[in-house]
């Protein structure tokens, strides 16, 4: 069972930018497929982007496609989102997620672990 462990969120400026950190311990890292999803307040939680266990393949969800890079390093056991030219709107809580059996997936549902979420907040 993998434990998550994200970081590196914060206050920034819009137009400016953030790198997301999940550590993941407790498992086979390369083995999950895993995914970023956030949750704004009163909002329910929306899918970011997602990568194979390889880190060849990744997918993002419309809003941040361009902007934001998924990536992983399974030596390090860490996967991470590089959030650039952020926007008020890019404002939520982002979680990291993993699953092993089903595949690439925007559907939080398929996911069977998640970090405790770290906070990122864009002023305008």
């Known amino acids: 069972q993998v434990q998550l462990v994200e970081s590196g969120g914060g206050l920034v400026q819009a137009g400016g930018s953030l790198r997301l950190s999940c550590a993941a311990s407790?498992?086979?890292?390369?083995?999950?497929?895993m995914a970023w999803f956030r949750q704004a307040p009163g909002k329910e939680r929306e899918f970011v982007a997602t990568?194979?266990?390889?880190?060849?393949?990744?997918d993002y969800a419309d809003s941040v496609r361009g902007r934001f890079t998924i990536s992983r390093d399974n030596l390090k056991n860490t996967m991470y989102l590089q959030m650039n030219s952020l926007k008020p709107e890019d404002t939520a809580a982002y979680y990291c997620?993993?699953?092993?059996?089903?595949?690439?997936?925007?559907?939080?549902?398929?996911?069977?672990?998640w970090g405790q979420g770290t906070q990122v907040t864009v002023s305008s």
């Open positions: 997620a993993a699953e092993i059996a089903i595949g690439a997936s925007r559907r939080a549902t398929d996911y069977d672990y």
């Open positions: 407790g498992g086979t890292f390369g083995s999950y497929v």
């Open positions: 990568i194979t266990r390889s880190g060849r393949g990744t």
